[in-house]
């Protein structure tokens, strides 16, 4: 029934298209979750996108026109992503989509505007799956197929001597179950014990069960796939309970906003990242910098996919503008949709997470990753990700 409602919205928002120019300022949607538990990401993400639209039009925006960015909150769940991007296509007439935050969001609100024609770009969206949703969905956040498996091996390197691992899992989100088992076949893999699975819920607040239970099993690792929020307070809960093994958290845990969930008890956390605000490139120093003067704070990973989400959608942009020769402000909508999604895909883009390049599905190449520990401040509230070395 979902998929039904989703196709005929779908047509529904396609038909209605306006066959009118777009106008100026050239009209952008960010479809993120600034409120429930999803807020601790989106509100990196709606900073990350502010510097964009900040920067980009200082130097230009597009031949000369600006960016505007409309912002809709998709809350925690599905229905608020397909309700955010419908208020995006039908009434803000955005040109893109960048959004949402969660994969299980993604698979539910990204059919829609690929059957309405407009293009989307996941800033975050790791799942399995996610490019392949359809033609005008992309994404430039790298699957964690590809990620995953680095914080495994450098905490390996931290204590060789781990064999009994623990794995948690957050059960009702489509990233957390994807990633969990991403993690799993590489602990397995490297001749790893799965000496327990535990699962849990995005919504969950105490984990006394299973903190118990991998207690009980005597592992040397956990190894973790769940949001900030309930992750945090896992993390938490483990240490207060005695504890002291390594911890490797997945893309869920790539958040300063975790550190006031969890204190001191994130410290040491094992995370692997597709993004370092110490990255020594051009895009990253200009964007780190803006940031830094807007926020009083280093960007973190979702602050920087976001802004290079806005970023990919620009320089798309300015191709079609330099190739078809006419202004894009002044073009059809549905035309301009049509070549910006055409553009977006099968290029390559200097970004703060490094030269990236998305194929002709939409997935991204991304050549450069890392591994960091959380280090936690002692007001117990603000840290670091400090890179461990190679």
Not at 123 to 136: C, D, F, L, V
Not at 188 to 195: D, E, T, V
Request: charged fraction near 20%; include cysteine; aromatic fraction near 6%.
């Amino acid at each position: 029934m979902r998929k039904l409602i989703v196709l005929l919205a779908g047509l529904f928002l396609a038909n209605t298209a306006l066959a009118e120019p777009v106008g100026s300022p050239i009209p952008v949607g960010i479809a993120v979750g600034q409120t429930t538990n999803v807020a601790l990401f989106g509100e990196e993400q709606v900073n990350g996108a502010k510097v964009a639209e900040k920067l980009l039009n200082e130097k230009g925006g597009v031949g000369g026109t600006p960016i505007r960015l409309a912002f809709q909150d998709t809350g925690g769940d599905e229905a608020g992503a397909i309700n955010a991007f419908q208020n995006l296509i039908s009434r803000d007439k955005v040109v893109a989509i960048i959004g949402p935050t969660l994969s299980q969001q993604a698979f539910a609100a990204n059919p829609i505007a690929n059957q309405a024609k407009v293009p989307v770009v996941g800033p975050s969206n790791t799942a399995k799956g996610i490019a392949q949703i359809g033609e005008y969905v992309s994404r430039i956040s790298a699957p964690m197929t590809l990620v995953a498996p680095n914080a495994l091996k450098r905490a390996l390197k931290l204590n060789p001597g781990v064999k009994n691992v623990a794995v948690v899992y957050a059960q009702d989100d489509a990233f957390n179950v994807s990633e969990t088992g991403i993690f799993q076949d590489a602990i397995k893999g490297m001749g790893l014990n799965i000496a327990t699975i535990q699962k849990t819920s995005v919504k969950d607040t105490d984990f006394t069960t299973q903190v118990t239970a991998i207690l009980g099993a005597g592992v040397d690792m956990v190894v973790m796939s769940c949001l900030a929020a309930d992750g945090g307070n896992m993390v938490k809960q483990l240490r207060q309970l005695g504890y002291e093994g390594l911890i490797v958290g997945g893309n869920g845990f790539n958040s300063p906003n975790m550190y006031p969930v969890c204190g001191q008890e994130c410290t040491g956390v094992i995370v692997a990242q597709a993004y370092s605000p110490k990255a020594d490139n051009a895009e990253n120093k200009a964007f780190s910098a803006a940031f830094k003067d807007m926020f009083k704070k280093d960007p973190a990973q979702f602050s920087a996919q976001a802004y290079t989400s806005v970023k990919v959608v620009v320089d798309a942009l300015n191709e079609v503008e330099k190739s078809s020769g006419k202004k894009v402000a002044e073009m059809d909508a549905a035309e301009l949709r049509t070549a910006l999604n055409a553009a977006i895909v099968s290029s390559s883009y200097d970004t703060p997470l490094g030269e990236i390049v998305l194929d002709a599905d939409g997935e991204i190449t991304q050549k450069t990753f890392y591994v960091s520990q959380i280090k936690v401040a002692d007001d117990g509230k603000t840290g670091t990700m400090e890179l461990l070395p190679e």
